[in-house]
């Protein structure tokens, strides 16, 4: 479960996303996010879990990182979500699905919004 809240051991990290769809100004609603971690550059992937967007687009449920975690997977499966937006039943979406890969630090919390449309998007790191 990921709070939000800094480590108070400084021992692990915490990831926390949402989504929103900047086609339309709103949140991204049903989205399936999956999580995975890894300890060191050459390290194998783990997957952890994963949750879905509410429908704020916030993940509040991913699960916790292991101790020693340097870096993190956020994989995103927007195409069921573009596709069921699409007017005249449309197959397909130009993204089928993002992964964002970044580095963490023990004891930081990282928000790590993606920003979605249609034919791109965005991601940073908030607060």
Request: with cysteine; proline share 7%; hydrophobic share 40%.
């Amino acid at each position: 479960m990921s709070t939000g809240a800094v480590d108070p051991g400084g021992l692990v990290a915490s990831v926390s996303t949402h989504i929103l769809d900047t086609s339309v100004g709103r949140p991204a609603a049903g989205v399936a996010v999956r999580l995975a971690a890894r300890t060191g550059r050459d390290g194998d992937w783990r997957a952890l879990g994963g949750s879905a967007t509410d429908a704020d687009g916030r993940c509040k449920d991913l699960p916790a990182l292991p101790e020693g975690t340097t870096h993190v997977r956020l994989d995103f499966e927007v195409e069921p979500y573009l596709e069921k937006k699409q007017a005249g039943g449309a197959a397909g979406a130009f993204f089928p699905e993002v992964a964002i890969t970044f580095a963490v630090e023990p004891g930081e919390h990282y928000h790590v919004p993606l920003l979605l449309n249609p034919f791109g998007y965005s991601v940073y790191r908030g607060s």
